[in-house]
T-cell receptor
Framework: KQEVTQIPAALSVPEGENLVLNCSFT??????LQWFRQDPGKGLTSLLL?????REQTSGRLNASLDKSSGRSTLYIAASQPGDSATYLC????????????FGAGTRLAVHP | NAGVTQTPKFRILKIGQSMTLQCAQD?????MYWYRQDPGMGLKLIYY???????DKGEVPNGYNVSRSTTEDFPLRLELAAPSQTSVYFC??????????FGPGTRLTVT
C-alpha cells in the first residue's frame, strides 16, 4: 500500500533558524512529489514540485529534495520567519494504479519572534 | 485567471439533507479532483475526473456523487448527509506537469 508519512507532526522554532521538514513514502515508483503550504482555514498552495528525474527544486528560501531509493523527501526552509508559520504537506504521485496524489498528514510549523 | 473556485465557503446541513458543492476552474485542465480533509489528517480522495464525461471513484466515495459535463465544472453531490461527512472539502485541478492547484475549500457541518 502506498503511504506518505510526515514527521514531526508539529514543530516550533525561533525566528531565523534553518529547518528541515521530513516526508517519507513507501513506494519507490514515485512519479513526482509536491510540497504544499496550508494556512489555517485556507486551501493548499503549491510550493514545489519535484519530478522523479530530479533530485531537488528551489524557490527563494525553500529547497526540496527527493531521494527515491530511500523513500524520502525533505523541505529545507532557510532563515525562517514568523510568516512561514503554517502547515506543510507533502504528497506523492505514484506510478500504477489510478491518477491520485497520496498525502501525508502534514507538519504544523510555528515560527516565533 | 481565477484559478479554482468553490462555493459555498461554509454550509451547515441537517442529517438527511442533500446539497451540491460547486467547483470550477478556468485553466482548461482535464484532470479534476475532490478531496476531504478531516482535522489533523491529510487529504483523502473522494472522486476524480480525467475529462468531460469521465469520472471515477477515489478512496472514500461512499455517500457522494459527481458529474463532469464540461471541462470547467466538477460538482460534488452529497445525498442523505450524515455527521461523518462533516469535513472540509477541497477541489483541485491538475496541469500537464502533474502539479495540482487547489480551491479555497468548503467547510461543511452536518448536525
Amino acid at each position: 500500500k502506498q503511504e506518505v508519512t510526515q514527521i514531526p507532526a508539529a514543530l516550533s522554532v525561533p525566528e531565523g533558524e534553518n529547518l528541515v521538514l521530513n516526508c517519507s513514502f513507501t513506494d519507490s515508483a514515485i512519479y513526482n512529489l509536491q510540497w504544499f503550504r496550508q494556512d489555517p482555514g485556507k486551501g493548499l498552495t503549491s510550493l514545489l514540485l519535484i519530478q522523479s528525474s530530479q533530485r531537488e527544486q528551489t524557490s527563494g528560501r525553500l529547497n526540496a529534495s527527493l531521494d527515491k531509493s530511500s523513500g524520502r523527501s525533505t523541505l529545507y526552509i532557510a532563515a525562517s520567519q514568523p510568516g512561514d508559520s503554517a502547515t506543510y504537506l507533502c504528497a506523492g504521485f505514484f506510478s500504477g494504479g489510478y491518477n491520485k496524489l497520496i498525502f501525508g498528514a502534514g507538519t504544523r510549523l510555528a515560527v516565533h519572534p | 485567471n481565477a484559478g479554482v473556485t468553490q462555493t459555498p465557503k461554509f454550509r451547515i446541513l441537517k442529517i438527511g439533507q442533500s446539497m451540491t458543492l460547486q467547483c470550477a476552474q478556468d485553466m482548461n485542465h482535464n484532470y479534476m479532483y475532490w478531496y476531504r480533509q478531516d482535522p489533523g489528517m491529510g487529504l483523502k480522495l473522494i472522486y476524480y475526473s480525467v475529462g468531460a464525461g469521465i469520472t471515477d471513484k477515489g478512496e472514500v466515495p461512499n455517500g457522494y456523487n459527481v458529474s463532469r459535463s464540461t471541462t470547467e465544472d466538477f460538482p460534488l453531490r452529497l445525498e442523505l448527509a450524515a455527521p461523518s461527512q462533516t469535513s472540509v472539502y477541497f477541489c483541485a485541478s491538475q496541469a500537464g506537469s502533474y502539479e495540482q492547484y487547489f480551491g479555497p475549500g468548503t467547510r461543511l457541518t452536518v448536525t
